[in-house]
């Protein structure tokens, strides 16, 4: 039996990290609620209560936001990729500008006198070179479907993981994030795999055949596919690399990989390649990269230009640095750099990334740069120092969780005259401002955004030393 219904009223008035929009109702509870925009008032449907706060979506807007606009995707509400689709691009912008100085501000108690615009993005869809999907046999049900209490449908799925739910695919026929050659190579092969019985995964009980689909474009509106399997079925395997040849010559790199796992992870797969060229081409500006099946690199290639550009901006480099350019992943940054300083020395924990970034340098004539495999809290110390000598110019690109102390106190002990750091998240780069604060002050700072419709932010800021 379906429990009964609780609905609320709730004036909307922000956001929170993790994009859903926050609000009170009228006897003052705070509630998280998907799929309103700040200034909206809704009526919204409670689901849960998760550590205190209810969470809940829209019902009916009973006064829609001046910021309100009409997604323009067809999956929006259920697919969770774009959860901003339905706030206007400028109120996107001026939000992700507020997050930064709320950061700097309350984390970093630094002046925001050296913020600059936010750099915004010209494409504010099919911005992205990479998307994942995942086959399931357990399709997220549209809710009229459920209504009609259907049951006897075809459950079949290739699309996102429906946000909450572990199990969950909601089934994509188009996606706004990548050019459409990525909406045309999916809904071909799944349409194939339909037409020829073959199983897609059933993660409950860990059967079927068809895992997941990696499509990486570039460009030239060509792309690698990489596609993972449950077993090695040759003749299957072959039949479906043969459907695509015969039917997207834009495909220029396939490859697949068997995963008898229980969970979906590529980096512990071996990839194989089917046809083509090992790897996929791409440019930023001058500086060529190869991206392999399981290469990481920046997704917007586009706003990568501009965020590259800043950082070269930024450094004023004048020909002689020494450049360490920490948290490197396939070198992209220092690669693009290079022709513009001494040297280069990257450092990366992932062994593949770091193969890639030789094998970028290559591509790109460079005998100025060297990269070495692991953990910078390791590598970066005076053995380094001695071999590399002292950096001019210290370019630090980490994950999420920001730079660890010990690695901020040796960067303070190397002396630069220059830290460039960028960032996924302005959170823990403005705890690392305030370590750096007692040696480094900010000179410049520049929000940019690189995933217009989701709530990611990126920044760049250079550090001068005091
Ligand atoms: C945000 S990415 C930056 C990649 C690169 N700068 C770029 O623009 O393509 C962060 C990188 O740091 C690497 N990483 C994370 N923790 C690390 C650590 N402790 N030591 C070395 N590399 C690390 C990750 O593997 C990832 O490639």
């Given at each position: 039996?379906?429990?009964?219904?609780?609905?609320?009223?709730?004036?909307?008035?922000?956001?929170?990290?993790?994009?859903?929009?926050?609000?009170?109702?009228?006897?003052?509870?705070?509630?998280?609620?998907?799929?309103?925009?700040p200034?909206?008032?809704?009526?919204?449907?409670?689901?849960?209560?998760?550590?205190?706060?209810?969470?809940g979506?829209?019902?009916?807007?009973?006064?829609e936001?001046?910021?309100?606009?009409?997604?323009?995707?067809?999956?929006?509400?259920?697919?969770?990729?774009?959860?901003?689709q339905?706030?206007?691009?400028?109120?996107?912008?001026?939000?992700?500008?507020?997050?930064?100085?709320?950061?700097?501000?309350?984390?970093a108690?630094?002046?925001?006198?050296?913020?600059?615009?936010?750099?915004?993005?010209?494409?504010?869809?099919?911005?992205?070179?990479?998307?994942?999907?995942?086959?399931?046999?357990?399709?997220?049900?549209?809710?009229?479907?459920?209504?009609?209490?259907?049951?006897?449908?075809?459950?079949?799925?290739?699309?996102?993981?429906?946000?909450?739910?572990?199990?969950?695919?909601?089934?994509?026929?188009?996606?706004?994030?990548?050019?459409?050659?990525?909406?045309?190579?999916?809904?071909?092969?799944?349409?194939y795999?339909?037409?020829?019985?073959?199983?897609?995964?059933?993660?409950?009980?860990?059967?079927?055949?068809?895992?997941?689909?990696?499509?990486?474009?570039?460009?030239?509106?060509q792309?690698?596919?990489?596609?993972?399997?449950?077993?090695?079925?040759?003749?299957?395997?072959?039949?479906?690399?043969s459907?695509?040849?015969?039917?997207?010559?834009?495909?220029?790199?396939?490859?697949y990989a068997?995963?008898?796992?229980?969970?979906?992870?590529?980096f512990?797969?071996q990839?194989?390649?089917v046809?083509?060229?090992?790897?996929?081409?791409?440019?930023?500006?001058?500086?060529?990269?190869?991206?392999?099946p399981?290469?990481?690199?920046?997704?917007?290639?586009?706003?990568?230009?501009?965020?590259?550009?800043?950082?070269?901006?930024?450094?004023e480099?004048?020909?002689?640095?020494?450049?360490?350019?920490?948290?490197?992943?396939v070198?992209?940054?220092g690669?693009?750099?290079?022709?513009?300083?001494?040297n280069v020395?990257?450092?990366?924990?992932?062994?593949?990334?770091?193969?890639?970034?030789?094998?970028?340098?290559?591509?790109?004539?460079?005998?100025?740069?060297?990269?070495?495999?692991?953990?910078?809290?390791?590598?970066?110390?005076d053995?380094?120092?001695?071999k590399?000598?002292?950096?001019?110019?210290?370019?630090?690109?980490?994950?999420?969780?920001?730079?660890h102390?010990?690695?901020i106190?040796?960067?303070?002990?190397?002396?630069?005259?220059?830290?460039?750091?960028?960032?996924?998240?302005?959170?823990?780069?403005?705890?690392?401002?305030?370590?750096?604060?007692?040696?480094?002050?900010?000179?410049?700072?520049?929000?940019?955004?690189?995933?217009?419709?989701?709530?990611?932010?990126?920044?760049?800021?250079?550090?001068?030393?005091?």
């Amino acid at each position: 039996m379906r429990r009964k219904e609780k609905l609320v009223t709730v004036q909307l008035t922000g956001l929170t990290h993790k994009g859903e929009s926050v609000g009170r109702t009228e006897e003052g509870v705070v509630v998280f609620v998907q799929g309103g925009v700040p200034g909206d008032k809704a009526i919204v449907s409670l689901a849960r209560k998760r550590k205190g706060v209810w969470n809940g979506f829209v019902k009916e807007i009973l006064t829609e936001s001046q910021n309100r606009v009409i997604p323009v995707c067809q999956h929006f509400n259920y697919c969770g990729g774009c959860s901003w689709q339905n706030l206007s691009y400028p109120a996107q912008l001026a939000l992700k500008e507020k997050v930064v100085i709320d950061s700097l501000t309350r984390i970093a108690k630094v002046s925001v006198n050296s913020l600059e615009p936010i750099l915004a993005c010209n494409q504010e869809y099919y911005y992205r070179n990479k998307l994942e999907f995942t086959f399931s046999n357990r399709r997220w049900l549209l809710p009229e479907e459920l209504q009609n209490d259907v049951i006897d449908v075809n459950k079949n799925a290739l699309g996102f993981h429906r946000p909450g739910t572990f199990d969950k695919i909601v089934d994509i026929s188009q996606c706004h994030l990548q050019i459409d050659l990525s909406n045309q190579i999916r809904n071909s092969l799944k349409n194939y795999c339909l037409s020829n019985n073959l199983s897609f995964y059933d993660v409950k009980n860990h059967v079927g055949f068809l895992r997941n689909l990696i499509i990486k474009t570039n460009e030239n509106e060509q792309a690698l596919v990489l596609i993972s399997f449950s077993e090695d079925n040759q003749s299957e395997i072959q039949s479906i690399f043969s459907f695509l040849k015969n039917n997207f010559p834009q495909i220029c790199s396939a490859y697949y990989a068997i995963n008898t796992k229980k969970n979906d992870s590529w980096f512990d797969l071996q990839c194989i390649k089917v046809y083509g060229e090992d790897y996929l081409l791409t440019n930023l500006h001058h500086a060529k990269y190869c991206i392999g099946p399981k290469s990481f690199f920046q997704t917007n290639r586009l706003q990568a230009e501009q965020l590259y550009a800043l950082v070269k901006k930024y450094a004023e480099f004048q020909g002689h640095e020494n450049v360490y350019d920490l948290y490197c992943g396939v070198g992209s940054i220092g690669i693009y750099l290079a022709d513009q300083v001494k040297n280069v020395i990257g450092i990366e924990e992932i062994p593949e990334a770091i193969d890639d970034a030789k094998i970028n340098a290559k591509l790109n004539n460079l005998t100025n740069c060297s990269f070495l495999t692991g953990d910078v809290k390791a590598l970066l110390n005076d053995e380094l120092k001695s071999k590399f000598g002292a950096p001019d110019v210290v370019i630090v690109d980490p994950p999420r969780v920001g730079i660890h102390p010990d690695v901020i106190a040796e960067i303070i002990n190397f002396a630069p005259m220059k830290i460039i750091y960028v960032s996924c998240n302005p959170s823990t780069a403005a705890r690392d401002f305030a370590l750096f604060d007692e040696a480094y002050q900010i000179e410049r700072l520049r929000p940019v955004d690189m995933f217009p419709m989701t709530n990611h932010i990126e920044l760049v800021s250079i550090l001068i030393r005091r």
